[in-house]
């Protein structure tokens, strides 16, 4: 069993795999935080997965950016199998901001490394 969801999706699946055993966890835009409150961290949420990992996040998600999720990944006491893939031009729904931003490529960047994190644990 791989579980995984979005936004709070994401961070139930987290919480399942603290306590259940599971294959997988695939966090979609992981709320780390609420947006302007890094005080308000949810990083035991996130790092108290026991299982694989992946989390995709978009660049500029107001929930947490990339960087600050990479920052929590690193400094979890278990780290283990964890992946963070950035989402370029992304905020917290994956979607597309900036004017251009061609869909099939924002799928790819999406689609792409779930379905390569799949067949890894799976």
Do not use: Y
């Not at 995984?4 to 603290?18: E, I, K, L, Y």
């Not at 409150?37 to 947490?64: H, I, K, T």
Request: with cysteine; charged share 25%; net charge negative.
């Amino acid at each position: 069993l791989v579980v995984g969801g979005r936004s709070a999706g994401a961070r139930v699946a987290c919480r399942w795999a603290a306590t259940h055993e599971v294959m997988g966890v695939v966090a979609l835009s992981f709320p780390l935080h609420p947006p302007g409150r890094p005080e308000a961290s949810r990083v035991d949420e996130l790092a108290g997965a026991r299982a694989p990992l992946l989390v995709v996040q978009g660049e500029s998600d107001p929930f947490g950016r990339p960087d600050e999720i990479r920052d929590a990944i690193d400094a979890a006491d278990h780290a283990g199998d964890r992946t963070l893939v950035e989402v370029p031009g992304a905020r917290h729904g994956l979607e597309p901001h900036r004017v251009g931003d061609d869909p099939a490529t924002r799928v790819a960047a999406i689609v792409g490394p779930v379905r390569e994190f799949l067949t890894r644990v799976g």
